[in-house]
Nanobody, 117 residues
Framework: QVQLVESGGGLVQPGGSLRLSCTVTGTIFSIYRMGWYRQAPGKQRELVAAIASGGGTNVADSVKGRFTISRDNAKNTVYLQMNSLKPEDTAVYYC???????????WGQGTQVTVSS
């Protein structure tokens, strides 16, 4: 059974930074394209950043230049470094595998990120 455990969220002031981690068990992590998603209150879940099995990355325009996704296949972990955080980045952040048509499999519990002064 695949399990995803996100961590690293918290309360941060505008302009601050956080590093999120997501550890995946129960599958061969290294073969999957992985993504970080977020869901703000009243909004649909959206893909923020993705990283291919080979390391190629892409990020949403809304976070370009501020967020960086990376992975450590030896630790079955994907990271999201978030800098210059804005109040509109407030959301629950999730990771998941990315299949052909979108997120694949069940979701973890997510980690709350709140950007507020």
């Amino acid at each position: 059974q695949v399990q995803l455990v996100e961590s690293g969220g918290g309360l941060v002031q505008p302009g601050g930074s956080l590093r999120l981690s997501c550890t995946v068990t129960g599958t061969i992590f290294s073969i999957y394209r992985m993504g970080w998603y977020r869901q703000a209150p009243g909004k649909q879940r959206e893909l923020v950043a993705a990283i291919a099995s080979g390391g190629g990355t892409n990020v949403a325009d809304s976070v370009k230049g501020r967020f960086t996704i990376s992975r450590d296949n030896a630790k079955n972990t994907v990271y999201l470094q978030m800098n210059s955080l804005k109040p509109e980045d407030t959301a629950v952040y999730y990771c998941n595998r990315i299949g052909v048509v979108g997120p694949q499999g069940s979701w973890g519990q997510g980690t709350q990120v709140t950007v507020s002064s």
